[in-house]
T-cell receptor
Framework: RKEVEQDPGPFNVPEGATVAFNCTYS??????FFWYRQDCRKEPKLLMS???SGNEDGRFTAQLNRASQYISLLIRDSKLSDSATYLC???????????FGAGTILRVKS | NAGVTQTPKFQVLKTGQSMTLQCAQD?????MSWYRQDPGMGLRLIHY???????DQGEVPNGYNVSRSTTEDFPLRLLSAAPSQTSVYFC?????????????FGPGTRLTVL
């Protein structure tokens, strides 16, 4: 079983749609949680950290459920520029030694 | 600041050849790491370093060596390249204190081993 599992997609959505990605992790000792975004043939970049209380950054909302070992990302009012691969990431050690999911592909179409 | 830089961008090797992938950062980060990315598998940690002179193995260290003689540089050496090492290699750096450390990635090196 993979340590971090994501639905690979692709998710094909129209502009303006709301889309949700889910992720599960297997190690209950995981300390910190993130969503990274990766554009085609580019390096990953931090989208947002995921805190126990949940957090929001503009159109993006992340939730964490430690009991179920489940992380989610909600994107509202999707833009063409949101098309990318979204990587669910957990850390066992102070935000380092990252463990990545394989990624979920999002394609936003006009 | 240039951030994290990697050279070369592309490389083709023959089986058995050795080479060094270069990584440098100018953000004075203590923590540096190497990942490889293969289709459908996500990024996997190869080696990491928490400071100059200190390195440790990640999830997939076999066939790779690292050293950290300065804060800025963290080269990855392939000892005897194999086709299974065909991948995209990313170097990353961050601060090492705190729980939520943003990792800054370099642009990657695309390696093909024939």
């Amino acid at each position: 079983r993979k340590e971090v599992e994501q639905d690979p997609g692709p998710f094909n959505v129209p502009e303006g749609a709301t889309v949700a990605f889910n992720c599960t992790y297997s190690n209950s000792a995981s300390q910190s949680f993130f969503w990274y975004r990766q554009d085609c043939r580019k390096e990953p970049k931090l989208l947002m950290s995921v805190y126990s209380s949940g957090n929001e950054d503009g159109r993006f909302t992340a939730q964490l459920n430690r009991a179920s070992q489940y992380i989610s990302l909600l994107i509202r009012d999707s833009k063409l520029s949101d098309s990318a691969t979204y990587l669910c990431v957990v850390s066992m050690e102070y935000g380092n030694k990252l463990v990545f999911g394989a990624g979920t592909i999002l394609r936003v179409k006009s | 600041n240039a951030g994290v830089t990697q050279t070369p961008k592309f490389q083709v090797l023959k089986t058995g050849q050795s080479m060094t992938l270069q990584c440098a950062q100018d953000m004075n980060h203590e923590y540096m790491s190497w990942y490889r990315q293969d289709p459908g598998m996500g990024l996997r940690l190869i080696h990491y370093s928490v400071g100059a002179g200190i390195t440790d193995q990640g999830e997939v260290p076999n066939g790779y060596n690292v050293s950290r003689s300065t804060t800025e540089d963290f080269p990855l050496r392939l000892l005897s390249a194999a086709p299974s090492q065909t991948s995209v290699y990313f170097c990353a750096s961050s601060y090492s204190i705190g729980t939520y450390n943003e990792q800054f990635f370099g642009p990657g090196t695309r390696l093909t081993v024939l």
